[in-house]
């Protein structure tokens, strides 16, 4: 009796034996219950955003810096992270413990209702700053009010 392979057979005896698993383990993501808050920060301003940093394309990354930059406030380590959190409370309690900041601007639906220890503005979003460029101006009339700069 001759046994014929079947071509998804074929496949994984292929790939294991040039060393490449077939399917992999997922890695752990966070409880259901938690959600997430993407944020990047530069010197004393943190920017709130609805997305991690990284998915953004080039121009909106540059955005990002340039805003903070523009504020004269941008001395110190870049960092671009996303804290997951269960309540409100322990979001607002990990971003009031970041460090020292001077403002906080919150794009588009990122500050999810939330009051800092610092300054705070709510923009619009990374993409509607795009497409509108007076939004532009006024977000920046807004930081130099905020910031007495």
């Excluded at 409100?88 to 999810?112: H, P, R, V």
């Excluded at 300054?119 to 910031?147: C, G, M, R, Y």
Aim: glycine share 4%; net charge neutral.
């Amino acid at each position: 009796m001759l046994f014929m392979l079947t071509p998804e057979i074929k496949t994984n005896f292929i790939l294991k034996e040039i060393g490449i698993k077939r399917y992999l383990l997922r890695s752990k993501m966070p409880n259901s219950s938690e959600k997430s808050c993407h944020y990047y920060q530069k010197g004393l301003i943190l920017e709130l955003l609805d997305k991690p940093f990284n998915n953004f394309i080039k121009e909106d990354q540059d955005l990002i810096k340039a805003i903070i930059q523009s504020t004269k406030h941008d001395k110190g380590k870049e960092v671009y992270e996303t804290v997951f959190f269960s309540s409100s409370e322990e979001l607002q309690g990990k971003i009031n413990n970041l460090s020292t900041l001077k403002l906080i601007i919150s794009f588009g639906d990122a500050s999810l209702g939330l009051e800092f220890n610092s300054e705070s503005i709510n923009a619009p979003s990374i993409n509607e700053l795009n497409e509108k460029k007076e939004l532009k101006k006024d977000l920046w009339v807004e930081i130099k009010h905020t910031l007495n700069l």
